[in-house]
């Protein structure tokens, strides 16, 4: 991929990236089939991920009439790295039989190594002979939803698709290399005004967080209202703050650190609460929860905003989902999208009916929803939360920040690109947005 990189860094144009030939291999990141077994009877926070992740060339994959090759000039680490790359819940290469017994193409995915990650930003060098609205040279962002289109499921909304998948998790050729496979559909337009890595962390977390509070397929927030964001500085969390303030919504962040905390009024979210100084201790033991700790918890957010909240942006799971449901105001909305911190919930049930409040659940985003999330991006209504990058030979390393939680934000992954900060084709709309607000996780990061 070195000549792809240095046409794409010389600003080349398309017909010279179009002459070029896409090579029969490529660096990646990726876990081994063989490894899948290796952290048998290991506590998950012991699962090293240095282990597991490997940075090597692998083979490139045909190209298939609806899908196109991207250059990669960056990607970042989510947290479903972290569980591919630990083997939890499950190894994936379940996902990649399963999308190997569909289809001849499908069958291309069901290899020994499994090349992870779900964003990228970079360039089209190569795009299937049924690809019509991109191109070679389209400068691009890529959303992780990978649905076929030709199944009818799939249409109204495609997250409820019945055979949709997370690329990069549930599929092969993900973002974490020199050059990766997608279908035509997870395009989107790089916002010229960031840099490569900044383009890069944005769509699976902003998405995800766009369709949980914003899309009208999950809680449908509206001007006023105030919404509890766990994580609040954390990949999901970063945005959902951002989404709240944009929408005329009254956030209250929850995060585990005096620093984050300052990064948080930094933002402009005036009412946080400092769980680890707090110390709240939802359960008791491994099996009872402590309602007069769901008090104290509710009572903190009274404190703090006057009223309970109308939405509660759920994600950390068994630890604290008792507490939300308790938390959220009488006809309020629990929206869920995962659970770090064991799936197995639980919670009184009295809290939820008798108060009539409502768990929905919500998971990535449509192609609609990441295109709407992007467009916020595009015009500077949104930041990246980009706190620090990487280059392709660290995802191991940064992969074990995020297990740890031990970051910020987002970590970019510089793959093609070869130095931080290029990318930017629009240097006067990047003054224009500000680049102090554009580079506030970074400059935190660096303090
Ligand atoms: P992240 O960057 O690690 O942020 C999560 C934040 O949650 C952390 O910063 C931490 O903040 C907080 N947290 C962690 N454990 C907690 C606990 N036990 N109690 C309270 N707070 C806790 O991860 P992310 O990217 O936001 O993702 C969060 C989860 O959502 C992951 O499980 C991920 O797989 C999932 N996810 C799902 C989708 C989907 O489409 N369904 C999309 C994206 C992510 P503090 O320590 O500061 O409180």
């Not at 996902?95 to 017994?101: A, I, M, N, T, V």
């Not at 991109?134 to 109204?156: F, L």
Request: hydrophobic share 40%; glycine share 8%.
């Amino acid at each position: 991929m070195q000549d792809f990189q240095d046409a794409i860094v010389n600003g080349a144009k398309a017909e010279e990236l179009a002459a070029l030939p896409v090579p029969d291999h490529y660096r990646a990141a990726y876990v081994r089939r063989s490894d899948a077994m290796m952290f048998e009877g290991v506590p998950s926070n012991d699962k090293d991920p240095r282990l597991s992740i490997q940075v090597g060339e692998v083979p490139t994959p045909e190209l298939a009439p609806d899908e196109a090759y991207v250059a990669v000039m960056a990607s970042s680490i989510n947290f479903n790295t972290v569980w591919t790359s630990i083997f939890e819940p499950l190894p994936t290469f379940g996902f990649l039989e399963r999308l190997g017994r569909e289809s001849g193409w499908g069958a291309r995915h069901n290899l020994d190594h499994h090349v992870i990650g779900s964003d990228g930003a970079g360039v089209v060098i190569q795009v299937g002979s049924a690809v019509r609205n991109w191109k070679v040279g389209d400068q691009v962002v890529i959303h992780c939803n990978y649905v076929d289109d030709q199944d009818p499921s799939s249409h109204n909304d495609s997250m409820k698709a019945a055979n949709q998948r997370i690329w990069g998790y549930e599929t092969n050729f993900g973002g974490l290399a020199d050059l990766t496979l997608v279908k035509a559909n997870q395009l989107m337009p790089k916002p010229a005004h960031l840099t490569w890595e900044e383009s890069a962390v944005n769509a699976l977390c902003a998405s995800t967080s766009y369709r949980m509070l914003v899309s009208n397929n999950a809680a449908t927030m509206k001007q006023g209202d105030i919404v509890l964001i766990w994580g609040a500085t954390g990949g999901l969390g970063s945005y959902a703050v951002q989404l709240v303030l944009n929408g005329g919504g009254i956030p209250v962040g929850v995060v585990s650190s005096a620093d984050k905390v300052q990064l948080l009024k930094e933002m402009g979210c005036e009412a946080v609460i400092d769980r680890r100084a707090e110390d709240f201790r939802f359960w008791r033991d491994e099996h009872t929860q402590d309602e007069s700790e769901w008090r104290r918890f509710g009572k903190c957010i009274r404190d703090l905003v006057g009223e309970d909240p109308d939405i509660v942006f759920e994600h950390p799971g068994r630890q604290t989902m008792g507490a939300s449901v308790f938390a959220a105001k009488r006809g309020g909305t629990i929206v869920t999208c995962a659970a770090t911190s064991g799936y197995m919930i639980e919670y009184d049930n009295r809290h939820l009916w008798m108060k009539l409040k409502q768990i929905v659940s919500s998971h990535f985003a449509n192609y609609g929803e990441a295109w709407l999330m992007n467009r916020l991006i595009d015009r500077g209504a949104i930041q990246p939360t980009l706190s620090a990058s990487f280059d392709l030979d660290q995802v191991a390393d940064a992969t074990r920040l995020v297990h740890h939680n031990e970051h910020e934000g987002k970590l970019g992954i510089r793959c093609l690109s070869p130095a931080p900060g290029l990318g930017i084709t629009d240097p006067e709309k990047r003054a224009r947005i500000g680049e102090d607000r554009i580079t506030m996780f970074q400059r935190h990061q660096a303090v």
